[in-house]
């Protein structure tokens, strides 16, 4: 008989652990977990949008950003870019760029700068033709995509040391 007991004890724990897995508000429809624009919201109050990059998350410009731009790299992107422009060689498996990347994301590039995510991995063409040889590299350009200057940022990377590399 102790068994018994036990046994329910056992199942009714598994089930308590098993519905903490599911993550919070999962079968729930409690409207506090949920986040919703009001269709009166501006533009600057709603949800600001994603791109994919390359590792799979989404590079996003927070709300109220500092008039700068973070955006992952594409071809043409630098043509298509005004004012100044640097690359970041950015790495998802590298922890310094995770760091500078979160600072990105959550303060913005500084003000009338682009900030182009480039993918360490798969664009060798990009590091060859820039000499990039270690991931957190930055590399200012000009608009038709010549090097102005570039700085590693790996012992600091940081919004400030990024503003402090410009040319």
């Known amino acids: 008989m102790a068994s018994r007991p ?8 598994g089930a308590v652990v098993l519905s903490a897995c599911a993550g ?8 506090s977990d949920q986040s919703v624009a009001s269709p009166s919201a501006s533009a600057s109050e709603q949800a600001p ?17 500092t008039g700068g731009e973070y955006i992952d790299y594409t071809d043409g992107a630098i043509e298509r870019t005004e004012g100044a422009k640097v690359l970041f060689f950015h790495a998802p498996w590298c922890p310094q760029c995770r760091k500078l990347d979160e600072q990105l994301l959550a303060e913005g590039a500084p003000e009338g700068m682009t900030v182009l995510k480039v993918d360490y991995d ?12 270690l991931q957190t590299t930055i590399v200012f350009v000009d608009d038709t995509g010549e090097l102005l200057s570039s700085a590693v940022l790996y012992d600091d990377p940081s919004v400030a040391s990024l503003i402090a590399a410009a040319p």
């Open 6 to 13: 036990l046994g329910l004890s056992i199942s009714v724990l």
């Open 24 to 31: 919070p508000g999962a079968g729930s429809s409690d409207a």
């Open 49 to 65: 949008s994603a791109t994919p990059s390359g590792d799979g998350t989404a590079s996003v410009a927070p709300p109220g950003a």
């Open 122 to 133: 798969s664009r060798t063409d990009l590091r060859q033709r820039y000499g990039v040889t």
